[in-house]
């Protein structure tokens, strides 16, 4: 004979377990998300100085260059395919690309800012611009401060 209290409460425990369940998926799911999101947010700025450092190793000069954003039909005024050499050809501080040790320095709104050592004492800022993936030297050590607007 099954009475009344036997199934008490029953219920009551199983609506509890069910939202117990969800409010710990969301949870995990949220601090997932949050977790990758951290994680990947600079992939594709990393991406691209690594694919100008290969350039480099491989001796690909133009293909380097056309990552700052300069190519021969559109050459950069202050950044010439000269300059580019001074700096980053076969007789460069930076031509020594088997000791390269490229860290992220900081994640900025419009872009991320990597440090690129070359050895002891020979290093370089790099910015990677977000809206069209063009390298850069970095013109700050860190994120760009509020400027006073004028």
């Given amino acids: 004979m099954s009475g009344y209290f036997e199934t008490y409460g029953v219920a009551e425990a199983r609506r509890l377990r069910i939202i117990k369940i969800i409010v710990i998926s969301v949870v995990a799911v949220f601090s997932l998300s949050a ?12 991406k691209q100085i690594v694919l100008f450092f290969d350039r480099l190793k491989a001796g690909d000069y133009k293909g ?15 950044y010439n395919f000269d300059r580019f050499m001074e700096d980053w050809g076969p007789k460069s501080d930076a031509a020594n690309l088997s000791s390269l040790r490229v860290s992220k320095v900081r994640s900025c709104n419009a872009g991320i800012i990597e440090k690129a050592e070359f050895g002891p004492g020979r290093s370089a800022l790099l ?6 993936l063009t ?13 006073p607007k004028e």
Avoid: I, M, S
């Avoid at 999101?37 to 992939?43: E, G, I, R, S, V």
């Avoid at 380097?64 to 202050?78: F, M, N, S």
């Avoid at 910015?127 to 069209?132: A, E, I, N, P, S």
């Fill in 135 to 147: 390298v850069g030297f970095a013109p700050w050590p860190v994120c760009n401060p509020k400027l």
């Fill in 64 to 78: 380097a260059h056309a990552l700052w954003g300069c190519t021969d039909e559109k050459p950069c005024r202050d």
């Fill in 35 to 46: 977790f990758l999101y951290w994680k990947f947010k600079d992939y594709k700025e990393e």
């Fill in 127 to 132: 910015w990677v611009q977000r809206q069209d």
